[in-house]
């Protein structure tokens, strides 16, 4: 009976863990997927068995370094969005909600999907007018990056994508520019812009504004990888239709 219930609690555990995970950006994932590897090499070399080890990596070390010579010469976007349309297609038969947000400044107009927490924009003005972000590569969001530079909205929105698509790699190449801004939502926001950024039509209920927002800070809040501005701007669209 007290294995059953050893098993059961274990059992227990192992879903919410899961779950928890499975409910985090991918940075997160990452981070605690190297975590768990690295307790599990502590624990073979603590108990001897890590010498098998040191064969298995030596028979694929030649296949890794294929691997990585391969990767290394694939645009990080592409990669991204490879990566994306495996991830669309595994997640086909699960629920979406479907909603998207739209947070604009004079240059981007941002959209953020709050079902994967990926953001895109288009250009708005300037010589890349038209384009999508996720087409430009990264010399092109830099020239972007310093043509916006007097308008600290928009420099702020295309920082969230940078660190969001290129994490730390665009700021060892953009120098200065890498300079993160504390930029707040700059006047009032009608209800409308507070609709839109939630991802919301009008009509909607209490229980549905707290739900987006819910939804929204758990893909772009700063602790999980997101941005502080977008945060602001978020928590701003909720307390304009809440009315506090």
């Not at 991918?26 to 010498?51: C, D, K, Y």
């Not at 590569?137 to 007097?150: I, R, V």
């Not at 969001?164 to 409308?192: I, K, L, N």
Request: net charge neutral; aromatic share 6%; glycine share 8%.
């Amino acid at each position: 009976m007290a294995r059953l219930l050893l098993l059961f609690a274990v059992g227990v555990g192992l879903f919410l863990i899961l779950r928890w995970f499975s409910r985090q950006p991918g940075r997160v994932q990452w981070q605690a997927f190297m975590a768990l590897i690295a307790v599990a090499l502590l624990v073979l070399v603590l108990t001897g068995r890590a010498h098998w080890l040191a064969a298995v990596f030596a028979a694929i070390l030649p296949f890794l370094r294929l691997v990585f010579r391969v990767l290394t010469n694939i645009p990080f976007p592409l990669l991204r969005r490879l990566l994306g349309g495996l991830g669309t297609e595994r997640s086909q038969g699960s629920p979406s909600s479907g909603q998207t947000s739209t947070v604009q400044s004079k240059y981007i107009r941002m959209t953020l999907n709050h079902d994967s927490g990926d953001i895109n924009g288009e250009v708005l003005t300037g010589q890349y007018a038209g384009k999508t972000l996720e087409r430009l590569e990264l010399d092109a969001l830099l020239q972007l990056l310093d043509e916006c530079q007097h308008d600290e909205e928009s420099v702020a929105l295309l920082q969230a994508y940078l660190d969001r698509v290129y994490e730390d790699r665009w700021q060892q190449q953009a120098g200065e520019q890498a300079r993160q801004q504390t930029v707040s939502p700059s006047g009032e926001m009608s209800r409308d812009e507070a609709l839109q950024i939630l991802g919301l039509t009008d009509g909607a209920s209490e229980d549905e504004i707290v739900e987006a927002h819910r939804r929204l800070m758990q893909k772009l809040h700063p602790d999980r990888g997101g941005s502080s501005y977008l945060a602001a701007v978020i928590n701003q669209a909720k307390d304009r239709l809440l009315g506090s």
